[in-house]
């Protein structure tokens, strides 16, 4: 059974830092891209963020590049988010999501629980 369990949100400043983890498990995590997503309340899903299944690929939404970095660690079957100069409109809980493929780019069908963060001053 797939299991994802995020951590490390929280309340921050702006212009602060973040790192979010993702604890995976009950799958080959070296075999499958990962996501980072996030929900602000009464919206919809938006994608933030994607690792193909070696990490030889990283791709991001417009609104972060230059300012989060996705990576994982195979051997500690983690996937990681490393927020840079958080913003206010950064706040959403933040849950990572399985993907279906090796590719960064790709369908994914497992979300954990979440993560808050809240970036306010």
């Known amino acids: 059974q797939v299991q994802l369990v995020e951590s490390g949100g929280g309340l921050v400043r702006p212009g602060g830092s973040l790192m979010l983890s993702c604890a995976a498990s009950g799958f080959t995590f070296s075999e499958y891209g990962m996501n980072w997503v996030r929900q602000v309340p009464r919206k919809g899903l938006e994608w933030v963020s994607a690792?193909?299944?070696?990490?030889?690929?990283?791709l991001y939404t417009d609104s972060v590049k230059g300012r989060f970095t996705i990576s994982r660690d195979n051997e500690k079957n983690t996937l990681y988010l490393h927020m840079n100069n958080l913003r206010p409109d950064d706040t959403a809980v933040y849950y990572c999501t399985k993907g279906d493929l090796p590719t960064a780019l790709g369908p994914w069908s497992s979300r954990g629980q979440g993560t808050p963060v809240t970036v306010s001053s």
């Open positions: 690792i193909s299944s070696l990490g030889r690929e990283a």
